[in-house]
């Protein structure tokens, strides 16, 4: 029904930065676009989200604590992708990042629930080295 390909990872040194996309079927305009990651020997875990309406009228954007003032989430709706720009990149971001998304709003308070995201994406890798 959606699907979702991500691409933009790779390794890099910490400090340095990468810039995720996420190609959707459709327009993202009124879904909860989500980041999430999955490390080596760790739970998979939600980084970012974003909702946005068509009009632009009311946009929300939601980041785990580790990645706050270093990554940024938005989209492009016109060109059904989502970003996910990735700053300062340190040892501890290496893992599986995955786009997901589902319809409408994202679950306030709740953003991260994995099981409220409904459609994935295959992943990306990411390595960084110190």
């Known amino acids: 029904q959606v699907q979702l390909v991500e691409s933009g990872g790779g390794s890099v040194q910490a400090g340095g930065s990468l810039r995720l996309s996420c190609a959707v079927s459709r327009d993202t305009s009124n879904y909860c676009m989500g980041w999430f990651r999955r490390a080596p020997g760790k739970e998979r875990e939600g980084v970012a989200a974003?909702?946005?309406?068509?009009?632009?009228?009311?946009?929300?954007?939601y980041y785990s604590d580790s990645v706050k003032g270093r990554f940024t989430i938005s989209q492009v709706s016109s060109v059904n992708t989502v970003y996910l720009q990735m700053n300062n990149l340190k040892p501890e971001d290496t893992a599986m990042y995955y786009c997901?998304?589902?319809?409408?709003?994202?679950?306030?308070?709740?953003?991260?629930?994995?099981?409220?995201?409904?459609?994935w994406g295959q992943g990306t890798q990411v390595t960084v080295s110190s």
């Open positions: 997901a998304a589902q319809s409408g709003l994202c679950g306030s308070g709740s953003w991260y629930r994995e099981e409220a995201f409904a459609y």
């Open positions: 974003i909702y946005q309406t068509s009009g632009r009228t009311y946009t929300r954007t």
